[in-house]
Structures are given as C-alpha cells and as structure tokens.
C-alpha cells in the first residue's frame, strides 16, 4: 500500500513539474495541459485534496513568473469547476465522456473567463459589448479546446495502457 501511496506522489510531482516546464517554457498560445490535469486530477486521484491542488499549484507556481493579471479569479474558478466536472462526469473512463467532458470544460473555461473580461468594461455593458467580448475570444478558444482535447486524450491514453496492463511495470 505505501508503494501505492508513493507511486502517486511521484506521478503529481511529474504532473506539476511537467506542466510548469510547459507553460513557462515556450508554446503555442493557450496550448498548455491545465485543463486536461484539472479534468484528470478531478477523476482519478483519490483523495480529493490532491484533485483541487495539483492543477492549483502548477498555476500558481507558474503564475508567480508569468505575472498575475485582473481576471485570474475567473481563471482558477474555471478549473476548479473543471477539477469537478471530473470528479463527477469521467468515473467511467470510456473515450466519449472523456471527449464531451473535456469539450464541457473547454466551453465552461471559455464562458467564465470571458465574461469576466466583459465585467471590465472593455466591451460597454450591453448585450452587445458580451457578444463582441465572445466573438473576440474566439481565436483562444480555437487553441485552449484543441490543447484540452490533445492532452485529455493523451492522459487518459496513458490512463488506460498502464491500468490494463497493456505497459507492464517490472
């Protein structure tokens, strides 16, 4: 059991180093995995602390370098919902939950982020200015669901090799 224990604090130091190393490093813009750990991290670290830390701290512990900006609220909100939509949405591990959940995340983060743009006044206060600040994200958007999708299914195709025993661990 403490081997268990063990391996699985490798595995989210990995995740947390990996991540940092990828979002400070440089990438293609909104290509970084934050979403897809948030989503892996909510679905299959078992004690529910770790879910919530994991994504938490590779941002902010890469956010203390990149710098902060007025909406990060809205940022970390999106993935601490996304770290719960895995909690509940991708238990059963099949391709399709995994694929909608992650679409699910992507739009959420898109929704929550930017309106939280638009609360700044950049975009006027109408239904107009949300729907201007919607359409301007759009371009990120593209990026940001591309990222979240490669990696979820990458993650989760990791997920599956080693707990079917495809890769035997000797």
């Not at 290509?31 to 991290?41: C, E, G, Q, V, Y």
């Not at 669901?145 to 025993?165: E, N, Q």
């Amino acid at each position: 059991m403490k081997k268990i224990a063990n391996s699985r604090i490798v595995i989210i130091f990995a995740l947390i180093v990996i991540a940092m190393l990828i979002r400070l490093l440089p990438h293609p813009q909104n290509f970084t995995p934050i979403a897809a750990i948030a989503l892996f991290s909510g679905a299959l670290l078992g004690k529910k602390w770790y879910a919530f830390i994991v994504p938490m701290v590779i941002m902010l512990l890469s956010d203390i370098v990149l710098g902060f900006h007025s909406t990060m609220w809205a940022v970390y909100l999106s993935f601490a919902l996304v770290i719960v939509l895995g909690m509940f949405l991708c238990r059963t591990m099949r391709f399709t939950h995994v694929f909608f959940t992650a679409l699910l995340s992507s739009v959420l983060f898109f929704v929550i982020t930017n309106f939280a743009c638009f609360m700044h006044g950049w975009y006027g206060y109408t239904t107009t200015g949300l729907l201007t600040c919607y359409q301007m994200a759009i371009p990120f958007f593209r990026m940001e669901l591309l990222s979240t999708m490669v990696y979820a299914v990458a993650f989760w195709g990791i997920h599956y090799m080693v707990t079917k025993k495809v890769w035997a661990i000797r």
